[in-house]
């Protein structure tokens, strides 16, 4: 079976703030990938990023940068500079083996004041 | 703009009266899914479709029904067996059904059922 974790499931923050989102994921495969969406207010969830399971160099996309460490079974995502408009729902999810089904996090709920 | 179209995006039922979500995409995706998101639960798969005329259960199917008579189109019928019918539901499409292919997702469909 296969899971993952957001533990957070609030977090607010003031505008220029530096904000990291937990993930921590299990599975007995060794072959997997992560991913993170965004959902926005507007509803639809939009793909961020995907990482497989041999691959832990670390990924930055302009303010966005994600850490993956195996050893710990995590991948946090990091936003820098956090602006009004990364105010979302952001969810981290896992596709592992034979099972191509993508297990969600529960979601961590994003608010950043002006 | 190639995308993925939920009709409508609020629909209100009486208890009893089964439903149809409509979900129609223009990517030429092969897999479809529909997904069911409560408040603190993340996002469940209720159904999803490799290609067109297979589609299989996930993981909370009891209650609802699906069609895939055509590559573009993957309705979603809410029967009066479902008990608790009200929810936002998302539909998504991946360009095959595998570990790595990440989700384009429609805006949703929020059914609230009374």
């Known amino acids: 079976a296969q899971k993952v974790t957001q533990a957070q499931t609030e977090i607010s923050v003031v505008e220029k703030e530096d904000v990291t989102l937990d993930c921590v994921y299990e599975?007995?495969?060794?072959?997997?990938?992560l991913f993170w969406y965004k959902q926005p207010p507007s509803g639809e969830l939009v793909f961020l990023i995907r990482r497989n399971s041999f691959d832990e160099q670390n990924e930055i996309s302009g303010r966005y940068s994600w850490n993956f460490q195996k050893s710990t079974s995590s991948f946090n995502f990091t936003i820098t500079a956090s602006q009004v408009v990364d105010s979302a729902v952001y969810f981290c999810?896992?596709?592992?083996?034979?099972?191509?089904?993508?297990?969600f996090g529960k979601g961590i709920t994003l608010s950043v004041r002006p | 703009d190639g995308g993925i179209t939920q009709s409508p995006k609020y629909l209100f039922r009486k208890e009893g009266q089964n439903v149809t979500l409509s979900c129609e995409q223009n990517l030429n995706h092969d897999a479809m899914y529909w997904y069911r998101q409560d408040p603190g639960q993340g996002l469940r798969l209720i159904y999803y479709s490799q290609i067109v005329n297979d589609f299989q259960k996930g993981d909370i199917a009891e209650g609802y029904s699906v069609s895939r008579e055509k590559k573009e189109s993957f309705p979603l019928t809410v029967t009066s067996a479902q008990k608790n019918p009200t929810a936002f539901y998302l539909c998504?499409?991946?360009?095959?059904?595998?570990?790595?292919?990440?989700?384009?997702f429609g805006n949703g469909t929020r059914l609230t059922v009374t």
């Open positions: 599975t007995r495969d060794t072959t997997y990938y």
């Open positions: 999810a896992l596709t592992a083996g034979a099972n191509s089904k993508l297990t």
């Open positions: 998504a499409s991946s360009i095959v059904f595998d570990l790595n292919s990440p989700l384009h």
